[in-house]
């Protein structure tokens, strides 16, 4: 098995903790699929802006993850990734409840891919949109292929 789906695979278990900004946020990985990731994310008081509305940041951050993860997922063990460039649309307010962010891979190309990501609420709407650039990074350069290196944008 590829080392990035089983790093995917042993956060599934529990056999392996989530990236840190995960615990932070209080975003889980609930499937991994090569080129598709959903998370998860329990939205509170604690992620609200003066309005008593999410932060857009914290929206944003679970799209983040979730794209990066979804890209992670289809490259090979030598290589890793950073983000070129994040776009979100707000699209509604949201206070509290479940969110969900499907990402998938649009285009991978041989150093720059593109991804989208859905944010939905818990009744099926969308509540934000996103897209990332990724660029692949191969084993000498900055970043790349590290051992023990984490997956997520």
Same mark, same amino acid.
């Given at each position: $098995?590829?080392?990035?789906?089983?790093?995917?695979?042993?956060?599934l278990?529990?056999?392996?903790?989530p990236?840190?900004?995960?615990t932070?946020?209080? $975003?889980?990985?609930?499937? +991994?699929?090569?080129?598709r990731?959903?998370?998860? $994310?329990? +939205?509170?008081?604690?992620?609200?802006?003066?309005?008593?509305?999410?932060?857009?940041?914290l929206?944003?951050?679970?799209?983040? =993850?979730? $794209?990066?993860t979804?890209?992670?997922?289809?490259?090979?063990d030598?290589?890793?990734?950073?983000?070129?460039?994040?776009?979100?649309?707000?699209?509604?307010?949201?206070?509290?409840?479940?969110?969900?962010?499907?990402?998938?891979v649009?285009?991978?190309g041989?150093?720059?891919?593109?991804?989208?990501?859905?944010?939905?609420?818990?009744?099926?709407?969308?509540?934000?949109? =996103?897209?990332?650039?990724?660029?692949?990074?191969?084993?000498?350069?900055?970043?790349?292929?590290? +051992?023990?290196?984490? +997956?997520?944008?």
């Amino acid at each position: $098995m590829p080392r990035w789906a089983d790093l995917f695979a042993r956060i599934l278990r529990g056999d392996a903790p989530p990236p840190p900004v995960a615990t932070l946020v209080g $975003m889980e990985l609930v499937s +991994a699929a090569p080129d598709r990731v959903v998370f998860t $994310m329990d +939205a509170g008081p604690q992620h609200g802006n003066p309005f008593g509305r999410v932060q857009g940041g914290l929206l944003c951050t679970l799209a983040d =993850a979730a $794209m990066g993860t979804a890209y992670v997922s289809g490259l090979r063990d030598d290589e890793s990734m950073t983000t070129l460039e994040v776009k979100m649309n707000f699209l509604r307010p949201v206070r509290r409840g479940r969110l969900t962010a499907v990402a998938e891979v649009i285009k991978r190309g041989q150093r720059v891919g593109l991804v989208e990501c859905t944010v939905t609420d818990e009744q099926g709407r969308m509540v934000a949109r =996103a897209s990332s650039t990724c660029l692949t990074l191969g084993a000498g350069e900055e970043g790349g292929g590290a +051992a023990g290196e984490e +997956a997520g944008g």
